[in-house]
């Protein structure tokens, strides 16, 4: 069955504190790996794809990278601001795009 | 604005009453999903279209749901008999034909009372 994990559930953070958080996935034929950031009460806004493995995209603090089984979404010196649930999605290969269940970051001034 | 739709933001209903949501798909984008979110999970899967083909529909969804898409523009969401569970946002998104990501709509915030 296809399926997306996430890990850690919850990340607390002191500005400046780099880390890591965690997506694995289980799908039929990964046609792309997403990662969006959800602010409360709003829809998901779009961040990253990778398509293959040993991809990189960077964005301001943000980096994501892609192996065949997981994908790391890596904050460096992170700020209040990016305080946010971070959701991490796979494209099957029938098109199904499959969500995990995010992981909530919270950046301590 | 081109982004993604979605009407009513808010919706407020009592339980057993029947509602329905709007999705307007950013234009060209000939897929679009539906899912539902509770607080503190991920998106769940609903449905999807192609232009006006349905082309999945969750195990999970009940026979209460119903979506459409005509003519492969804007979809609805029905719910019938409305349930307490039935509480959660409900979010649409759309995708170009080519293989790119999903963008979504503010979402509609569904509340059974």
């Known amino acids: 069955e296809d399926q997306v994990t996430q890990s850690p559930e919850a990340l607390r953070l002191q500005e400046g504190e780099s880390s890591s958080l965690n997506c694995s996935y289980t799908?039929?034929?990964?046609?792309?790996l997403f990662w969006y950031r959800q602010d409360p009460g709003k829809g998901p806004e779009f961040l990253f794809t990778l398509y293959s493995a040993g991809e990189e995209k960077e964005k301001e603090r943000l980096k994501a990278t892609l192996t065949k089984k997981e994908s790391f979404l890596h904050i460096t010196a992170p700020k209040p601001e990016d305080s946010a649930t971070y959701l991490c999605a796979a494209k099957t290969s029938y098109d199904k795009v499959i969500f995990g269940p995010g992981t909530s970051l919270s950046v301590i001034p | 604005d081109t982004g993604v739709s979605q009407n009513p933001r808010h919706k407020i209903t009592k339980r057993g009453q029947n509602v329905t949501f709007r999705c307007d798909p950013i234009?060209?984008?000939?897929?679009l999903y539906w899912y539902r979110q509770t607080l503190g999970q991920g998106p769940e899967f609903l449905t999807y279209f192609q232009n006006e083909a349905q082309l999945e529909k969750s195990r999970l969804l009940s026979d209460r749901f119903s979506a459409e898409r005509p003519k492969g523009s804007f979809s609805t969401l029905e719910i019938q008999r409305t349930e307490q569970g039935d509480s959660a946002m409900y979010l649409c998104a759309s995708i170009l034909p080519v293989n790119t990501e999903a963008f979504f709509g503010q979402g509609t915030r569904l509340t059974v009372v």
């Open positions: 234009s060209e984008h000939n897929r």
């Open positions: 799908v039929s034929g990964l046609r792309g």
